[in-house]
């Protein structure tokens, strides 16, 4: 099963991943951002894998276990 990973020392919250997965990735009320189901399944893994290009950061990443 696959997972998403962020890696929080890259992170910078910006909400680009939250557009493009709201599903996945939320802000939280501080601009934190939460993994709302880091679980990567058919349904959603189009979405991640738009989020993971999209980061500025490259911060997000998809963990095949």
Not at 10 to 32: K, R
């Amino acid at each position: 099963m696959a997972k998403v990973s962020v890696d929080w020392d890259l992170c910078e919250s910006n909400g680009i991943c939250e557009g493009l997965a709201p599903d996945v990735f939320q802000l939280d009320d501080d601009d934190m951002l939460q993994i709302e189901d880091p679980t990567v399944t058919d349904e959603n893994r189009q979405r991640i894998e738009r989020a993971v290009a999209g980061c500025p950061k490259s911060a997000i990443s998809i963990v095949e276990d």
